[in-house]
């Protein structure tokens, strides 16, 4: 699989950064946001990542379908810069349980999808919803298990699903989940779960071979599933923000090539040495 | 279901204090942690629920299973404690991922729950093993579902299952668990789940009826399995412990009356004002 560097990874750092360090240590694949593409205008990122020669492997991220208003209008425009940026996927936040009614969340996601999958298909852009690891269950992904989001996807043509290692890695069903999905596997990603979590757990990431995941094991399941995309890094850490991006594209890159080899066996809160 | 308060959601009285206020509000059971009723005296204490008429619905903790040493030792002392204090049943928490090895480290716990078993009977005491939410995979529970903890007892006789709303609400499959279950549902604890999260993952417990979780929903599939034992509330809480004991537990008698019915609908973090 090829690399991509997904732009959460090097938050502080602008899109030509971004694209730059790329193109320096021959990074192929860039996954964007919404707010920053549209801080830099969507034309222009879309001309920007276009001329470096990268693919979009994912545009970040619409959803969030469980409330009173499914937030149809937004996920529709998510579909457009989707579009005009060439991503291989939008990736879809199932959004918070409401009204502790979990079977109704869950409901109101598959309703959703259903409205947004024509929209999609006639703009040529497949939505790929992403299973939440259950620490977020309440307030953003009522999805809790890949198996569960496939059957949400299932009745849509052109829609599928991220498996992304920090939110399934846990599953006990993972494995035969993983081979299920097969063809719908629209965007993998990589990250660590490390230990003791921060204040703020939704930046409990890890680079990939800092923490407790099998992401050899994984990345082998993904691959036998016939999965031929690019293998995403998207961490959220705030020791990492502080890197310049040169360094952590550089440092992904070793990390890449190792097949996502541990860094030290049983070490975690590795992060690479600022330069 | 007969009320039950656990001595962590009062972790800051004694166990007298906790007795006492049990007393006066009409509570018949209480779960006990190893290291307080160690500090008590084991046997003082045993007397002591035993004069003031209390069952001791749950002893926590034993387990952690899934390191080099899987620690049996002090699991039979443990059973030694529960036996002692006649407790409903030990409470065993699997232990976190070792090595990266998901598979390895849940084989662990099955192995040791064998080891465990004989003893257990032959001391009259029930082992209850806690499937625990995927938050805590990484370092303190590799059994995630209560289908995967039903799995592991399933070949030990007197071996049962914890069902915590907090570990297990968010389960796609939580209905037909429960229902399999069935009278493998040795204890019942209960507490919400909150947002926005502490720092410290840990204490993101509400009192019931204050989250995001379907206690009422939750009390009925549990009831239907054919449990007839107490319902344990087990808080882990910093504005709880800064309450006095006596008012904390008339909170929860309040709350128990209802049936756990939300608080405020939709409201979160709502906690009793110290009087």
Same mark, same amino acid.
């Given at each position: 699989?090829?690399?991509?560097?997904?732009?959460?990874?090097?938050?502080?750092?602008?899109?030509? $950064?971004?694209?730059?360090?790329?193109?320096?240590? !021959?990074?192929? !694949?860039?996954?964007?946001?919404?707010?920053?593409?549209?801080?830099?205008?969507?034309?222009?990122?879309?001309?920007?990542? $276009?001329?470096?020669?990268?693919?979009?492997?994912?545009?970040?991220?619409?959803?969030?379908?469980?409330?009173? %208003?499914?937030?149809?209008? %937004?996920?529709?425009?998510?579909?457009?810069?989707?579009?005009?940026? !060439?991503?291989?996927? /939008?990736?879809?936040?199932?959004?918070?349980?409401?009204?502790?009614?979990?079977?109704?969340?869950?409901?109101?996601?598959?309703?959703?999808?259903?409205?947004?999958?024509?929209?999609?298909?006639?703009?040529?852009?497949?939505?790929? /919803? $992403?299973?939440?690891?259950?620490?977020?269950?309440? =307030?953003? *992904?009522?999805?809790?298990?890949?198996?569960?989001?496939?059957?949400?996807?299932?009745?849509?043509?052109?829609?599928?699903?991220?498996?992304? #290692?920090?939110? +399934?890695?846990?599953?006990?069903?993972?494995?035969?989940?993983?081979?299920?999905?097969?063809? =719908?596997?629209?965007?993998?990603?990589?990250?660590?779960?490390?230990?003791?979590?921060?204040? =703020?757990?939704?930046?409990?990431?890890?680079?990939?071979? =800092?923490?407790?995941?099998?992401?050899? !094991?994984?990345?082998?399941?993904?691959?036998? #599933?016939?999965?031929?995309?690019?293998?995403?890094?998207?961490?959220?850490? $705030?020791? +990492?923000?502080?890197?310049? #991006? %040169?360094?952590?594209?550089?440092?992904?890159?070793?990390?890449?090539?190792? *097949?996502?080899?541990?860094?030290?066996?049983?070490?975690?809160?590795?992060?690479?040495?600022?330069?």
């Amino acid at each position: 699989m090829k690399l991509s560097v997904n732009q959460a990874t090097v938050k502080r750092a602008s899109l030509p $950064e971004l694209v730059d360090a790329c193109a320096r240590h !021959g990074v192929e !694949g860039v996954g964007l946001w919404r707010e920053p593409v549209r801080e830099h205008g969507l034309d222009r990122a879309a001309a920007l990542v $276009e001329r470096a020669g990268l693919t979009v492997s994912s545009l970040c991220r619409g959803g969030f379908f469980t409330g009173e %208003d499914p937030r149809l209008d %937004d996920n529709r425009r998510a579909v457009d810069e989707a579009a005009a940026l !060439g991503a291989r996927c /939008l990736v879809l936040v199932p959004g918070g349980v409401s009204g502790r009614d979990l079977a109704g969340s869950r409901a109101r996601v598959g309703e959703a999808l259903g409205a947004l999958a024509p929209y999609a298909a006639d703009a040529g852009v497949r939505l790929a /919803l $992403e299973p939440m690891h259950p620490v977020f269950c309440a =307030d953003r *992904g009522v999805v809790s298990t890949l198996a569960q989001a496939l059957e949400l996807v299932g009745p849509h043509d052109g829609v599928g699903v991220v498996v992304d #290692a920090l939110h +399934v890695w846990w599953d006990p069903a993972l494995e035969a989940s993983v081979a299920a999905a097969g063809a =719908d596997v629209l965007s993998y990603q990589v990250c660590d779960w490390t230990t003791p979590l921060p204040a =703020d757990v939704l930046l409990g990431r890890g680079l990939p071979g =800092d923490g407790h995941i099998d992401l050899v !094991g994984l990345t082998s399941l993904v691959r036998a #599933a016939g999965y031929t995309g690019f293998v995403e890094v998207e961490v959220f850490n $705030e020791a +990492v923000w502080e890197l310049p #991006a %040169d360094h952590v594209v550089a440092e992904l890159v070793k990390r890449h090539a190792t *097949g996502w080899e541990p860094v030290v066996d049983g070490g975690h809160d590795r992060l690479p040495a600022t330069p």
